[in-house]
């Protein structure tokens, strides 16, 4: 009665972590104790024999697969964060989402968003047509961060869109005087003087 129950509980929980059942096969005897074993197939396909006993209390996830890809994957995202790309992302998520940032007012009035809900949906969009020396650019300035809206271009093809002569990028994204006046809340003067007397706008 005990064999049955246990050999139901195996068909019914048939996958154990990474582990999937194939096969019951002969008991293997140990310290004088038969014990039931299982052929389990891993999800990268490597082939173990597992006891019952392992299988019940879900002691093995993987061969050892998942460990290595769960490295892989801190490792993949550390080195990620250290990319232009990555701070170009978190930079307009920044000034979109978070009140404390300056320009966060200027977004949030004008109802400016960003549409990627993470990093990995921006780098899936944008990647394709990403260089180190491109800036992003919105196409409507007016609307939303995303994939339909947004670029990578030239500082050269970004001052050849706009009227005005001074062409600012900071953080990674370039705009005319005018537009940083607006963004900054701050006068346009004012900050064409400061230019003039070569100090930072962003101050």
């Given amino acids: 009665m005990t064999h049955s129950r246990q050999s139901l509980q ?47 209390n879900w002691e ?19 080195w990620m964060n250290t990319t232009k790309i990555y701070k170009v992302f978190f930079w307009i998520k920044d000034r979109c989402e978070n009140p404390n940032n300056k320009a966060y007012k200027n977004y949030w009035w004008r109802w400016i968003k960003n549409e990627w809900n993470s990093f990995e949906q921006f780098h899936r969009d944008m990647k394709s047509t990403y260089k180190e020396w491109l800036t992003i650019d919105r196409n409507d300035n007016n609307w939303n961060y995303c994939k339909s809206n947004c670029s990578w271009e030239t500082r050269r ?47």
Avoid: Y
Wanted: glycine share 0%.
């Fill in 10 to 56: 195996i068909q019914e929980w048939s996958i154990f972590w990474r582990w999937k059942v194939l096969s019951e096969i002969p008991k293997v005897e140990r310290n004088d104790i038969k014990k039931r074993q299982f052929k389990c197939k891993c999800e990268c396909w490597t082939i173990k024999n597992i006891n019952l006993v392992t299988l019940n």
């Fill in 60 to 78: 093995s996830k993987s061969c050892g697969c998942l460990k290595k890809t769960l490295v892989t994957m801190r490792f993949r995202k550390h």
């Fill in 157 to 203: 093809t970004q001052a050849n869109n706009t009227r005005n002569v001074h062409i600012i990028t900071h953080n990674w994204e370039t705009h005319s005087i005018a537009e940083w006046a607006r963004i900054l809340d701050k006068n346009v003067s004012t900050l064409r003087v400061r230019i003039h007397r070569w100090k930072s706008i962003f101050n």
